[in-house]
């Protein structure tokens, strides 16, 4: 995918995993960092855009790649390898209710590792659709300050309406991993087109949880993906000012 030219492919691994993590950061360096997680169907030009911002605004940015082959969208084969690695690998929660995700574990070693490298208070997680809810799980064990939710999707609120109705309100976190986020002082900034049937009722169980810790930044109209393929300019601006904020980076010009 030619918009990961200018990004860097390495590979991170904790415990027995092993996965690709593209990196790019800002001429001369940089002294904060962002995970940013992909959506469904994987890393696409959308998504490689909203990152090249944020490198835009001083940050260092790694993009995992959790599924999907970069590029290929919604292809059968891409499907076909995201619903085994859904299904039968299990790395993701999908359905299950009061649990987190075990790609969490993963995802939290390379939140502590980026943190190791930029020092500082701690790093910037955005997370989109499918991913959305796990900055909320990264928080619960690595040092993630400025936790970004876009249009959380997991559990996903289908089947008999009861068992859809409390998917759509869970936030996808074990009962101590929810305590630890609970615990902790951290804004959480969350972002959804308000009508979007796929958040649920999470925004209402967000805002019992966390008060007035708790950013919602809702928008009006028919859309899902508010940074990439329903890009909402102002929820951009929003997200980038939270990062800079909590961050202490700023513009490169």
């Not at 940013?36 to 995992?64: K, M, R, S, T, W």
């Not at 508010?226 to 000012?241: E, M």
Request: a negative charge; one cysteine or more; aromatic letters at 8%.
């Amino acid at each position: 995918m030619k918009e990961l030219d200018d990004w860097t492919r390495t590979t991170f691994s904790a415990g027995d995993e092993t996965r690709e993590v593209y990196r790019k950061e800002p001429p001369g360096g940089g002294r904060t960092g962002v995970v940013v997680l992909h959506e469904v169907p994987g890393i696409e030009p959308v998504l490689v855009d909203f990152a090249n911002e944020l490198v835009d605004h001083g940050h260092i940015v790694l993009l995992p790649r959790l599924f999907g082959t970069p590029g290929a969208g919604f292809s059968f084969a891409n499907v076909a390898g995201d619903l085994w690695q859904f299904c039968v690998r299990r790395e993701f929660s999908i359905f299950a209710r009061g649990k987190t995700s075990p790609v969490a574990g993963w995802l939290r070693a390379l939140a502590r590792d980026l943190h190791a490298e930029v020092g500082g208070d701690g790093v910037g997680v955005v997370g989109m659709c499918f991913t959305g809810g796990f900055a909320l799980a990264m928080m619960a064990d690595a040092p993630v300050i400025a936790p970004v939710l876009a249009e959380p999707s997991l559990p996903a609120a289908i089947g008999l309406p009861r068992g859809a109705r409390r998917r759509g309100a869970d936030l996808g976190l074990s009962p101590g991993d929810l305590e630890a986020v609970k615990a902790s002082s951290t804004q959480v900034l969350g972002l959804r087109y308000r009508c979007d049937p796929a958040v649920g009722t999470r925004w209402e169980t967000l805002e019992r949880e966390l008060g007035d810790r708790f950013l919602a930044i809702d928008f009006d109209g028919k859309g899902h993906s508010v940074l990439t393929k329903d890009r909402q300019q102002a929820g951009v601006d929003r997200v980038i000012a939270f990062l800079d904020e909590k961050l202490g980076a700023g513009a490169t010009g």
